[in-house]
């Protein structure tokens, strides 16, 4: 058994994962900006607080917390948010763990499979691959570099380049499911994915065995946007328009955060794996049935 804290360990993935490792035996510790149970902490980046009672006798942390990508328009401000709450929060908890000299076996953080850069194009990325020049490519950069500071205390460091997670309780499925389902811009951009439990799984793995090192959490099956609506409106019985929804209309609603819609790039899984693991739902019509 491990004692295991997690950041944004309220959020979609966060309550999944809580559930599996409670289920694998493993204590489980959640840092809240609003506690309300005993498992939960208080930490205040603004203020430099975290409880020290949630990192006693810690084995791991898996840092999960980071204001959504999608929520709010990407003004100035907003990108700043969204960097420090992923990077700010890394780093604070290096401090706290320097300082308290805890013994700390391993550092584990989600990343983004946009770390390539938003950009769909042929080649298919590798973990060895440089990070794109893009904002959505300097956020998954900077997030990576504080999770690495951590191999400065001789604390292992994971890192899960995450496609877009497939959940039937919300997330980005769930926008998906309009009443008439359609592509968005060319159509031909690809959508990196992979099941919630997959992913959860794959943190699990990182706790349980010596997975260290930077992996991009994705599915094997490779989508376009086109062939991801055709499947997903066939499995939820809505009618599929092959017509796309238009790049233009896409930005004018959404800003400069239209990219993320409008612009995919393919990930390589094979170094997951090479590891032996095995995913669930590989396939993406597998993947659906069960939402």
């Not at 989600?110 to 938003?118: E, I, Q, T």
């Not at 998954?140 to 995450?162: D, G, H, M, P, Q």
């Not at 769930?174 to 990196?192: H, V």
Request: charged share 25%; with cysteine.
């Amino acid at each position: 058994m491990s004692i295991i804290l997690i950041t944004g360990g309220t959020g979609l993935v966060g309550s999944k994962l809580t559930e599996v490792l409670l289920a694998n035996n493993h204590e489980v510790r959640i840092l809240s900006r609003n506690p309300s149970n005993k498992n939960e902490f208080k930490w205040d980046i603004s203020k430099g607080f975290v409880d020290e009672k949630a990192l006693t006798n810690i084995d791991y942390i898996i840092h999960l917390a980071g204001a959504g990508i999608a929520d709010k328009r990407w003004t100035d401000k907003r990108k700043q948010i969204i960097i420090d709450s992923r990077v700010e929060t890394a780093n604070l908890l290096f401090d706290k763990i320097k300082k308290l000299d805890i013994q700390l076996k391993g550092f584990i953080s989600a990343s983004g499979s946009n770390y390539y850069g938003a950009k769909t194009v042929n080649n298919v990325f590798k973990e060895s691959d440089e990070s794109g020049d893009d904002f959505l490519g300097e956020v998954c950069l900077k997030w990576e570099n504080a999770a690495n500071k951590f191999k400065e205390l001789n604390v292992s460091v994971t890192i899960l380049r995450t496609g877009i997670v497939l959940s039937k309780k919300g997330g980005a499925l769930e926008k998906m499911k309009t009443p008439i389902i359609s592509p968005l811009g060319s159509g031909n951009q690809y959508m990196s994915w992979i099941d919630i439990e997959d992913l959860c799984n794959l943190y699990l793995k990182s706790v349980e065995e010596n997975f260290e090192g930077v992996f991009n959490a994705v599915s094997p099956e490779f989508h376009t946007s086109k062939s991801f609506s055709k499947i997903l409106a066939k499995s939820i019985g809505r009618p599929f328009l092959p017509i796309a929804v238009p790049g233009f209309l896409l930005k004018l609603v959404f800003g400069e955060l239209a990219v993320i819609l409008l612009e995919g790039n393919r990930l390589s899984s094979s170094k997951i794996l090479n590891t032996g693991f095995k995913f669930k739902f590989e396939s993406l019509e597998k993947a659906l049935r069960k939402m």
